[in-house]
């Protein structure tokens, strides 16, 4: 079955890194457009950014563009997030999103998040 | 503030019907045919339940269903279950923006 894990969420400072990373497994990884999405404790959904299966296009919402880089590789079927000069409004909790094939705008299957907290 | 507007709350009891609305505009629900609704349990992932205004995905009870109407996108649960309890989030295609998909703030549905 289809499994999305991801993992290096913490407590941060202003200022600092982090780099997130989501282990796919159950479907050929490198064949899917991947995304992350967050959510802000007690908050909605923000898609922050998305790259294409074979990672040639990539985009970033506008709050986090200059700052997160979104990466993979397929022959560790890994989805990463460098979150940079991260600050307190990036606090949320951090979803690794499969971006649905059979379905037209539609994310099919998502991780449990990795839940990143950025305070002094 | 989302860009689709979510009641905050809903709730039904047990048996009964219950609809969810997404209102949006016309450069994203009332435009395209690309609502998506997301069932959210605490502490646990996202799972899709209807994509593509009223497409459900296998596995996904009859009992959710979705329609659209303008700009406001509505998610059906009929036969109410406790096992509904939880948050549920809309998402539309955007042609407003680079990431081309919106979500809305969310609802949270209880069972009494």
């Known amino acids: 079955q289809v499994q999305l894990v991801e993992s290096g969420g913490g407590l941060v400072k202003p200022g600092g890194s982090l780099r997130l990373s989501c282990a796919a497994s159950?479907?050929?990884?490198?064949?899917?457009?991947m995304s992350w999405i967050r959510q802000a404790p007690g908050k909605g959904l923000e898609w922050v950014s998305y790259i294409s299966s074979s990672g040639s296009t990539i985009y970033y919402a506008d709050s986090v563009k200059g700052r997160f880089t979104i990466s993979r590789d397929n022959a560790k079927n890994s989805l990463y997030l460098q979150m940079n000069s991260l600050r307190a409004e990036d606090t949320a909790v951090y979803y690794c999103?499969?971006?649905?094939?059979?379905?037209?705008?539609?994310?099919?299957?998502w991780g449990q998040g990795t839940l990143v907290t950025v305070s002094s | 503030q989302s860009a689709l507007t979510q009641p905050a709350s809903v709730s039904g009891s047990p048996g009964q019907s219950i609809t969810i609305s997404c209102t949006g505009t016309s450069s994203d629900v009332g435009g395209y045919n690309y609502v998506s609704w997301y069932q959210q349990h605490p502490g646990k992932a996202p799972k899709l339940m209807i994509y593509e205004v009223s497409n459900r995905p296998s596995g996904v009870s009859n009992r959710f269903s979705g329609s659209k109407s303008g700009n406001t996108a509505s998610l059906t649960i009929s036969g109410l279950q406790a096992e509904d309890e939880a948050d549920y989030y809309c998402?539309?295609?955007?042609?407003?923006?680079?990431?081309?998909?919106?979500f809305g703030g969310g609802t949270k549905l209880t069972v009494l």
């Open positions: 998402s539309s295609y955007t042609s407003s923006s680079t990431l081309n998909v919106v």
């Open positions: 159950g479907f050929t990884f490198s064949d899917y457009y």
């Open positions: 999103a499969r971006w649905a094939i059979v379905a037209t705008c539609t994310f099919d299957y």
